[in-house]
């Protein structure tokens, strides 16, 4: 039943776009009732398509003819289904929280609209059966994203971020689309020569289709395809070294880097490796024997933004700021466990990074809700003016506490060590622990302990950092005279929604897992698992991930409440390293400095000056084309003489000689 209106999931955001967008004004809260109340409908109609699909690994495939062989389709699998579930139900909180949160901003009814189209373009994500159709809504998903982060256009900075996200990520769209047009001429030549059969209602870049093609591309190309495709996720998600515009994005509205970090944008790059994962898988092995070829890529990619973004976050002052560079961090892990797990664990890995995508997603809303509620109280992104803020605060102050244990993977594993009792932790416990495991087995089966150690490194620098800012946002005395007050109903309900979910979403990580392993069976792609021993890691192994975590919370405790060491020293300019860390090891400098001044203007520019002054001016083309214009200009004029009469005459004599050539036409047929 649900089913039937599967495409009602997109279409009810975007219907409420347009509606807001005319006529926002004229509606309660700039019209933001219609935007909750359309994804609360794709929400509902996601649940139920879940409900009538699991546990039974079934599917929804609709399809439309599009142009050139190409289509207009549908896809529901285990795998989209639990994205759009996702989407869907934190993208309604994120929008109830707006209702308070942008409730004194003038430009309500263009915010909520925008919002509605952001959401709407990355189910079209999800939603899409096809490479194709897929990049479309990738690109309206970069679009809303450049208009969201430049809301506060007046603002300089605002602008200059939109721009520099729209920028950056497109180069990661360009390796994209050649990935695209790479696979389509593949899969042609495959089709013309009779060695790929295309069905009558079969459409040749379906993923269906385009998993079919795999065992006949050859590997070399399909290893291009793959890593082009990692260009695209390395953008959109991110990654280093296209990382550097996601921390700037923080210039929008928090409601806006919530959406962005959490339900929307970031996670597309993530979810496009996983879905088209079967061709990751099936690159050859030339670099390292036994690891695919795109897989290691992914995974020291992965491995390294963890720990990398991870570093950084550890001396942002500015609140947002350090929740980006978890972000950042975080989609490095997703990458991880894509590449780890995927070598040695095969389809499993699927499941493992899209738990973590989807904890994450609750704990990381609610850090960014839960920012803004502070943002919202006190006016200022600096936690340095923050302190002491857990007495007139506590609902946000305890949801951000447990949306840190959910970011740092605080829990124990009773069950993994033998002991009578099942695993106890928050959300982000199973999904994090579940990628380290995964991880260390890489390492034992491929003698590359490398990536294991940028795991285990990151989630200790996690664990500081978060810990580091509940520490000085809530706890000692008022650095400064801003007067706070706990948020408004309003924002608080889904905060603590999210805070459960942040609490207890971890416990379905067994049947999660086995839900989406399947999911590339119903396409009849066999992924071949890794066959060795039994994998048995040591009691200290299994608790190391535990141990850092609590390690960092120990350590921050001891630094931003206890003050037991003097820090002035340490942050300091005098510092080489912290010097280095605080100014982002100079990406932006030197984005801005080598790339910006030295190819836009000194190459690019300085080439179309010596063009147009050296090469146009010599050979006058511009003054024969203005010549030119001009007089057939002079011309033209003296036919708009400005007398009506000459216009009927004209329009006249044209209806007449109409009829002539209509009459003659006819006579002479």
């Known amino acids: 039943m649900f089913s039937d209106y599967a495409a009602l999931i997109v279409l009810l955001p975007v219907i409420a776009f347009v509606l807001t967008l005319f006529f926002g004004k004229k509606l309660y809260s700039g019209g933001a009732l219609l935007p909750i109340a359309a994804i609360a409908g794709s929400f509902i109609i996601s649940l139920g398509i879940f409900l009538e699909i699991y546990p039974t690994d079934g599917m929804v495939q609709q399809s439309l003819p599009w142009f050139a062989g190409m289509n207009l389709g549908i896809l529901i699998d285990p795998?989209?289904?639990?994205?759009?579930?996702?989407?869907?139900?934190?993208?309604?909180?994120?929008?109830?929280?707006?209702?308070?949160?942008?409730?004194?901003?003038?430009?309500?009814?263009?915010?909520?609209?925008?919002?509605?189209?952001?959401?709407?373009?990355?189910?079209?994500?999800?939603?899409?059966?096809n490479i194709l159709q897929f990049f479309v809504s990738w690109e309206l998903v970069g679009l809303c994203s450049f208009l969201l982060i430049g809301f506060w256009y007046h603002k300089p900075s605002a602008a200059a971020a939109a721009k520099k996200a729209f920028l950056v990520t497109r180069v990661g769209d360009v390796l994209f689309l050649a990935g695209i047009v790479l696979l389509y001429v593949n899969m042609k030549l495959l089709v013309d020569n009779g060695t790929l059969v295309v069905e009558s209602q079969s459409y040749i870049l379906q993923f269906k289709k385009m998993f079919e093609a795999i065992p006949l591309i050859d590997g070399t190309q399909l290893t291009y395809i793959a890593l082009l495709f990692f260009g695209g996720a390395i953008g959109k998600s991110g990654q280093f070294p296209l990382h550097g515009w996601l921390p700037d994005a923080m210039e929008g509205p928090t409601t806006v880097s919530a959406l962005i970090h959490a339900a929307t944008m970031v996670t597309a790059g993530v979810y496009l490796v996983a879905r088209t994962f079967p061709m990751f898988v099936a690159t050859p092995s030339t670099i390292s024997a036994g690891v695919p070829d795109a897989l290691l890529i992914v995974t020291y990619v992965g491995g390294f933004t963890a720990i990398f973004a991870a570093t950084m976050g550890l001396v942002m002052n500015d609140i947002k700021r350090v929740l980006a560079y978890s972000t950042v961090s975080q989609l490095?892990?997703?990458?991880?466990?894509?590449?780890?797990?995927?070598?040695?664990?095969?389809?499993?890995?699927?499941?493992?990074?899209?738990?973590?995508?989807?904890?994450?997603?609750?704990?990381?809303?609610?850090?960014?809700?839960c920012a803004g509620s502070v943002i919202h109280a006190v006016g200022t992104n600096d936690i340095r003016e923050m302190g002491g803020l857990f007495k007139k605060m506590k609902i946000t102050g305890t949801t951000m506490f447990i949306a840190a244990l959910a970011l740092a993977g605080i829990g124990f594993p009773f069950a993994s060590l033998g002991m009578p009792i099942m695993n106890i932790g928050t959300a982000g416990f199973f999904s994090k622990d579940a990628i380290i495991e995964g991880a260390l087995e890489y390492g034992e089966v491929t003698h590359d302990m490398i990536p294991y150690g940028f795991a285990i490194i990151a989630a200790l620098l996690t664990s500081i950092y978060i810990f580091?800012?509940?520490?000085?946002?809530?706890?000692?005395k008022p650095r400064s005279e801003r007067h706070s007050h706990e948020s408004p109903g309003v924002m608080t309900g889904p905060l603590i929604i999210l805070a459960l979910f942040a609490l207890f979403f971890g416990f379905s990580h067994v049947d999660f897992n086995g839900y989406l392993e399947k999911n590339f069976e119903l396409m009849d792609v066999n992924i071949a698992v890794h066959e060795g021993e039994a994998f048995h890691p040591s009691a200290f192994l299994v608790l190391l991930p535990v141990i850092v975590g609590v390690l960092g919370f120990l350590i921050s405790y001891s630094i931003y409440n206890k003050r037991m060491i003097d820090m002035s020293k340490i942050v300091s300019s005098g510092n080489p390293l912290y010097k280095l860390l605080y100014n982002r090891y100079y990406e932006p400098k030197i984005g801005a400095d080598l790339i910006g001044v030295k190819l836009t203007?000194?190459?690019v520019a300085r080439s179309g000056e010596f063009v147009d002054r050296k090469i146009i001016d010599w050979l006058i083309i511009d003054n024969i084309i203005s010549n030119?214009?001009?007089?057939?200009?002079?011309?033209?004029?003296?036919?708009?003489?400005?007398?009506?009469?000459?216009?009927?005459?004209?329009?006249?004599?044209?209806?007449?000689?109409?009829?002539?050539?209509?009459?003659?036409?006819?006579?002479?047929?």
């Open 79 to 129: 795998l989209a289904v639990v994205m759009l579930m996702m989407v869907s139900f934190v993208s309604l909180l994120i929008h109830i929280y707006a209702v308070g949160y942008m409730a004194h901003d003038p430009a309500r009814p263009r915010y909520f609209a925008e919002t509605s189209l952001f959401t709407a373009a990355m189910l079209s994500v999800i939603l899409s059966d």
């Open 332 to 369: 490095g892990y997703m990458m991880l466990a894509l590449g780890t797990a995927g070598t040695v664990l095969g389809a499993e890995a699927v499941g493992i990074s899209m738990f973590h995508l989807l904890s994450h997603a609750f704990f990381k809303a609610l850090l960014f809700l």
């Open 468 to 476: 580091r800012l509940w520490f000085m946002t809530f706890t000692g």
């Open 601 to 603: 203007h000194d190459v």
């Open 628 to 669: 030119t214009l001009f007089k057939l200009g002079e011309i033209i004029r003296k036919l708009q003489t400005g007398v009506v009469q000459n216009y009927a005459s004209v329009t006249i004599l044209g209806v007449a000689l109409l009829l002539v050539l209509l009459k003659l036409k006819s006579g002479g047929t």
